[in-house]
């Protein structure tokens, strides 16, 4: 069965500062692999995916992610962090057909700027 | 058009009541599906709808009830809810629903629903 973890409940960064999101998987075959942000009271927003080729990909927003297979990661970054980036950020994995497509979500990661 | 658009935003209801929850979409997509998201929890998959036809029912409790009249509405009836119920209900869609898991999701921004 696939599942996704995230490590981190709670990230408090300031504001031009980087940011990093860890995300781990656990799946047996190559994953599809998701960001999504949602802000408060708001539905969620595709940042970013990764389905095969370049191991980093860049999104929307100045996000990027790399995904590490020999580490199970698809760690989420952006180098200088602006207020508008306050909100929860989900990893989410597809790919198992046993689960017809369905994504798996982690728990989260609520993200705080400070000025 | 690439929104998904939810109506209401706001919903509070008895548990006595009859509702609906109302998904549109004009961008062709042919999936599309309701998800309940409790606070400070990640989005909980409920119905899968392809091709207007119901493809996954995550053991959902019938007092709530999916509709899809055309590609392009998704409906959710809601009848003699619990307080527990209460929750933001999320409308997505995507192009298609790929076994693969290669769906990308488009979502709507939710309707909160709270049952007294």
């Known amino acids: 069965a696939q599942s996704v973890t995230q490590p981190d409940i709670h990230i408090t960064v300031s504001e031009g500062a980087s940011l990093e999101l860890r995300c781990n998987y656990s799946?047996?075959?190559?994953?599809?692999l998701f960001w999504y942000v949602q802000s408060p009271g708001q539905g969620l927003q595709l940042l970013l995916k990764?389905?095969?080729?370049?191991?980093l990909v860049q999104g929307i927003k100045g996000f990027e992610a790399e995904f590490k297979r020999s580490q199970s990661s698809f760690n989420l970054r952006k180098p200088s962090v602006h207020w508008s980036d306050a909100a929860e950020y989900f990893c989410?994995?597809?790919?198992?057909?046993?689960?017809?497509?369905?994504?798996?979500f982690g728990a989260g990661t609520q993200v705080v700027v400070t000025p | 058009d690439t929104e998904v658009t939810q109506t209401p935003k706001h919903l509070v209801m008895g548990m006595t009541n009859k509702k609906s929850l109302k998904c549109e979409q004009h961008?062709?997509?042919?999936?599309m599906y309701w998800y309940k998201q409790k606070a400070k929890k990640p989005p909980e998959l409920m119905f899968v709808?392809?091709?207007?036809?119901?493809?996954i029912n995550e053991s959902v409790p019938s007092r709530f009830s999916p509709e899809c009249p055309n590609s392009s509405l998704l409906n959710l009836h809601l009848h003699a809810l619990q307080p527990e119920d209460s929750a933001l209900y999320l409308c997505?869609?995507?192009?298609?629903?790929?076994?693969?898991?290669?769906?990308?999701?488009?979502f709507g921004a939710g309707s909160r629903l709270t049952v007294l």
């Open positions: 799946y047996g075959a190559t994953p599809y």
């Open positions: 990764y389905f095969s080729g370049d191991t």
């Open positions: 961008m062709g997509h042919r999936a």
């Open positions: 989410a994995v597809g790919g198992n057909p046993d689960s017809w497509g369905k994504l798996q």
């Open positions: 709808y392809s091709y207007e036809k119901l493809s």
């Open positions: 997505a869609s995507s192009q298609d629903r790929l076994r693969s898991g290669a769906n990308v999701l488009t």
